[in-house]
């Protein structure tokens, strides 16, 4: 059999653990309103997954609200967007799949046939190609001699090529490699300072914003009563009172206290009026006869001490003289009684309080190391925690005094810490940098390196040293530094290269000593020299 079970907004995970425990059925719905209390956090669905399976149970959750079957289905549990959808069978294990009537590894399909698509496919039908209209020949000129005009043209060809073969191997040419002359930038050395009041980089005065995460924490744990309430009841009974008194009645007040002689005392319930004794004869004596008269008596002090043998209330009350008056339990005392039941008291709910507070700063402690939802390269900073105040699952008050051998308690607090993404830090000191190249030179993208130092937290402010530091290298123009050294001599042209880097220039023959100045026989080539790469700059 199955039970559906439809909750309050207002429901905590309390009221549904009960009303769990007081079902015999083995399939129980919880049905789930929008905005429900149990659907603000995975350890409560948890929880009710664990009180169901100590107790042989089975629960299936029954919500419209999409992020509350997330959580449930994210603990285990199964889930159903209605009543009739759980009362047609159980939940499947995972979201159905919407078939959309295509195969994704099928070719593009062809239109049934009878569609009524307005464009159909013909098959282009060519016109056969117009012939010209035959010219009739009326006559033919005569030939022109043409051999004349071949063999020249022929003949300045081979000149031409002949001469170009020459010039290129004969005419003197300069091969010229420049590596142009880097320097080193920095290291520079900045303090880069997150602020969590900052919503923007200031590049001016090396600031960055810190981020502020927040944690929903809690702690939950059943603790001892350590207290004990004592219910005593007083023990009852009968006395008889005797006067062997014969000249007066003797009167003995309500509440008149009498003993054992191990000194248990009993109080009387009621005034004793005890008439004078008579004086009768006995066997030819004269014997006084007593007066006699019976009073309910309660012991003084409650519990099983009360409980007395007969004839061991023998003590009179004070003020008696017990030549005179005799005192005497005929029947056993009964009905003392000491209860203990455990008991909750203050101390119990204080202690509780001070444990799972510790219990929250751990498990918020956990939190932090774990970095759950955290962006990926944003570092926590553990000095900057702070855990508000914690907030019972019910009203502490309410449970001292409370008759139970043990109570469960459920604190929840949010926590807060900064945290930095180290991201706009590499920025402003990549920025820095590139402040620094000098005139007539230009950065070298992969030469940037930046170094993050220990940060240094004081407070909510947290100081990141950094170091940065870069190469340069000189400009060159190519086309205008070949026009200055055409022509010069190659000690000359080293020189005026060499200005710009480190210069290399082959000639040919190997006796020419001056750039040549024809175009075509110098070629320049720059190249870029083997700098160590720095960190990837953002």
Do not use: C
């Not at 509440?255 to 009387?268: A, H």
């Not at 006869?289 to 009360?306: D, F, M, N, W, Y």
């Not at 000593?513 to 790469?533: D, I, Q």
């Amino acid at each position: 059999m199955a039970a559906i079970v439809y909750l309050d907004v207002d429901d905590e995970i309390t009221s549904a653990a009960a009303r769990i425990r007081t079902l015999a059925d083995e399939r129980i719905a919880l049905v789930l309103p929008l905005g429900s209390r149990l659907a603000t956090s995975r350890i409560n669905f948890r929880l009710l997954a664990r009180e169901a399976e100590a107790r042989g149970k089975r629960i299936e959750i029954v919500t419209n609200d999409a992020s509350a079957r997330a959580l449930a289905a994210s603990a285990g549990l199964p889930t159903h967007l209605s009543v009739a959808a759980f009362e047609g069978g159980p939940a499947a294990p995972g979201a159905a799949r919407e078939a959309d009537g295509s195969d994704p590894g099928s070719a593009a399909r062809t239109p049934p046939a009878g569609s009524d698509s307005p464009t159909i496919a013909m098959p282009a039908i060519q016109r056969p190609a117009e012939r010209a209209a035959p010219v009739p020949q009326v006559g033919r000129r005569p030939q022109r001699p043409r051999g004349p005009i071949v063999a020249a043209a022929l003949l300045l060809v081979a000149l031409v090529g002949v001469g170009s073969t020459a010039a290129f191997l004969f005419l003197p040419s300069a091969e010229i490699v420049l590596v142009p002359a880097t320097e080193t930038i920095g290291p520079l050395e900045l303090n880069v300072t997150a602020q969590a009041s900052l919503t923007r980089p200031d590049p001016v005065n090396l600031l960055v914003p810190a981020t502020r995460f927040t944690f929903d924490v809690e702690a939950s744990e059943t603790f001892p009563a350590t207290g004990v309430k004592v219910t005593e009841t007083a023990a009852t009974g009968e006395v008889t009172f005797s006067s062997l008194n014969t000249g007066a009645t003797n009167t003995i007040p309500s509440g008149s206290i009498v003993k054992t002689e191990s000194g248990i005392e009993f109080r009387t319930a009621a005034q004793v009026e005890l008439p004078p004794a008579q004086i009768g004869i006995v066997n030819n004596e004269f014997v006084v006869i007593p007066s006699t008269r019976k009073v309910g008596i309660e012991a003084v002090s409650p519990g099983e001490s009360g409980n007395v043998a007969a004839n061991t209330i023998v003590v009179v009350p004070e003020g008696e003289n017990p030549l005179r008056t005799i005192v005497k339990n005929e029947a056993p005392t009964s009905g003392g009684v000491r209860t203990e039941t455990p008991q909750v008291q203050q101390a119990d709910v204080d202690a509780a309080r001070r444990a799972l507070d510790a219990a929250l700063a751990t498990a918020f402690d956990k939190q932090i190391a774990g970095a759950t939802g955290i962006p990926a390269r944003t570092t926590l900073f553990p000095e900057t925690k702070s855990l508000g105040p914690s907030a019972p699952s019910v009203d502490p008050a309410t449970l001292v005094g409370t008759e139970v051998a043990e109570f469960e308690l459920r604190l929840t607090a949010q926590g807060a810490v900064l945290g930095v993404d180290p991201g706009p830090v590499e920025t402003l000191a990549d920025a820095r940098i590139r402040t620094k190249v000098d005139d007539g030179f230009r950065l070298l993208e992969d030469s940037i390196s930046i170094a993050l130092g220990k940060p240094i937290v004081a407070g909510s402010v947290i100081t990141f040293p950094v170091t940065v530091s870069a190469a340069e290298i000189r400009e060159v123009d190519a086309g205008a530094l070949l026009a200055r050294v055409r022509g010069l001599g190659l000690p000359q042209a080293r020189t005026v290269l060499g200005a710009y880097g480190e210069v290399r220039i082959a000639v040919w023959p190997d006796w020419v000593t001056t750039v040549p100045t024809t175009e075509g026989r110098v070629t320049l080539t720059v190249r870029e020299p083997a700098v160590p790469a720095g960190s990837p700059a953002p």
